[in-house]
């Protein structure tokens, strides 16, 4: 499973409609509301950075009220908890 940290700047007025529009979005797993530089940050988990791109260029930054972003790749986890593992539960390979 690939991780990308995806840091959006978006018009004030329209904050909470594009966060909804984000959380809605296949492969974007959290939306946060944040301070500092940006105003939204999305938690992207996919299977290949193919999909992030697609998911990045093709889909979230043709949201109209996003203004500019920063998108990072997660090369190493360090907490307790493993998503990837959830998501398999009662799963079997």
Known sequence: MVTAIVNLKVERSKVNEVANQLSGMEGITEVFSISGRFDLL????????????????????????????????????????????????????
Do not use: P, W
């Open 42 to 93: 999305a938690i992207i988990r996919v299977e290949n950075n193919e999909q992030i791109a697609d998911i990045v260029t093709g889909h979230m930054l043709k949201i109209e009220g996003i203004i500019d972003s920063e998108t990072s790749l997660a090369f190493k986890c360090y907490s307790e908890h493993d998503l990837a593992s959830m998501f398999t539960i009662g799963m079997e390979e």
